[in-house]
Nanobody
């Protein structure tokens, strides 16, 4: 079965850290650019970070630059999002997604939605005291 599964979400205090994981099954992640998106209540889904397939070049949105780090382990078929210095405004459901195998990040922190091939089911991150 082809799927992406996120994990690692939870409740954390402001200033805390979480590490999200995105596990692929049924296909090989190494050939895909991977993006992390998030969607807060009442807001549109937004791109957070992206990592290219071949050179693993990374991109970040302004709101997470310097606090979040995206990485991939192709041997484990995994992608990660290390989130530090979390803020209440980071509260959202976080999703990982792949491109279509050819598009790449296109020098952007947000995968082009129309070119997303696989979506995960999401993991909730809540930043609150």
């Amino acid at each position: 079965q082809v799927q992406l599964v996120e994990s690692g979400g939870g409740l954390v205090q402001p200033g805390g850290s979480l590490r999200l994981s995105c596990a692929a099954s049924g296909f090989t992640l190494r050939y895909y650019a991977i993006g992390w998106f998030r969607q807060a209540p009442g807001k549109e889904r937004e791109g957070v970070s992206c990592i290219d397939s071949l050179d693993a070049r990374t991109y970040y949105g302004d709101s997470v630059q310097g606090r979040f780090t995206i990485s991939r382990d192709n041997n484990k078929n995994m992608v990660y999002l290390q989130m530090n210095s979390l803020k209440p405004e980071d509260t959202a459901v976080y999703y990982c997604a792949t491109d279509n195998g050819a598009a790449g990040c296109r020098d952007s922190h947000a995968l082009v939605r129309e070119l997303v091939h696989f979506w995960g089911q999401g993991t909730q991150v809540t930043v609150s005291s």
